[in-house]
T-cell receptor, first 109, second 116 residues
Framework: RKEVEQDPGPFNVPEGATVAFNCTYS??????FFWYRQDCRKEPKLLMS???SGNEDGRFTAQLNRASQYISLLIRDSKLSDSATYLC??????????FGKGTTLSVSS | ETGVTQTPRHLVMGMTNKKSLKCEQH?????MYWYKQSAKKPLELMFV???????ENNSVPSRFSPECPNSSHLFLHLHTLQPEDSALYLC???????????????FGQGTRLTVV
């Protein structure tokens, strides 16, 4: 079983749509969780950390369910500029980031 | 400007060549990483250096040899690579704090390597 699994997509949505990405992780010792964004031929950049209580940053909402080892990202009112690959990332204390394959989002006008 | 710079940005090398990738971070971080990103695969961790000591090596072939001379610089020495080693090689850095894993990693723009 892969450490971090994501639906690769692609998700093709119109502008203004709401889209949700899911991610599961296999190691129950994972302590920190993140969503990174990677644009085509660019490096990954942190989008947001994910906390147990859930957290929101503008149009983006992240949720964590430790019991189910499940992480989600919700994007509301999608913009063309949201088109990218979204990487689910987990980490245990004292170790490096472990990445999922990423979910590709394409927002069209 | 990400604070992590990698050179070269693109590299084409033959299977018998020796080359080195360079990474420099200007963020004052104490940990640096090499990741490999191949098409259709997740980022794969290759090496981790924390406080200039190698702490993790994910069974990477010996034709890849890392070097961390100080906390700001990281190298990846390449020797007798194979065509399947063609990929994007990403360097990252972070500030490790004992007892917490909730620290962000910052990536360089990567070196796109093609082995011919």
């Amino acid at each position: 079983r892969k450490e971090v699994e994501q639906d690769p997509g692609p998700f093709n949505v119109p502008e203004g749509a709401t889209v949700a990405f899911n991610c599961t992780y296999s190691n129950s010792a994972s302590q920190s969780f993140f969503w990174y964004r990677q644009d085509c031929r660019k490096e990954p950049k942190l989008l947001m950390s994910v906390y147990s209580s859930g957290n929101e940053d503008g149009r983006f909402t992240a949720q964590l369910n430790r019991a189910s080892q499940y992480i989600s990202l919700l994007i509301r009112d999608s913009k063309l500029s949201d088109s990218a690959t979204y990487l689910c990332v987990v980490r245990q204390a004292g170790t490096a980031l472990i990445f999922g394959k990423g979910t590709t989002l394409s927002v069209s006008s | 400007e990400t604070g992590v710079t990698q050179t070269p940005r693109h590299l084409v090398m033959g299977m018998t060549n020796k080359k080195s990738l360079k990474c420099e971070q200007h963020l004052g971080h104490n940990a640096m990483y090499w990741y490999k990103q191949s098409a259709k695969k997740p980022l794969e961790l290759m090496f981790v250096y924390s406080l200039e000591e190698r702490v993790e090596n994910n069974s990477v072939p010996s034709r890849f040899s890392p070097e961390c001379p100080n906390s700001s610089h990281l190298f990846l020495h390449l020797h007798t690579l194979q065509p399947e080693d063609s990929a994007l090689y990403l360097c990252a850095s972070s500030q490790e704090i004992t007892g917490t894993s909730d620290t962000e990693a910052f990536f360089g723009q990567g070196t796109r390597l093609t082995v011919v």
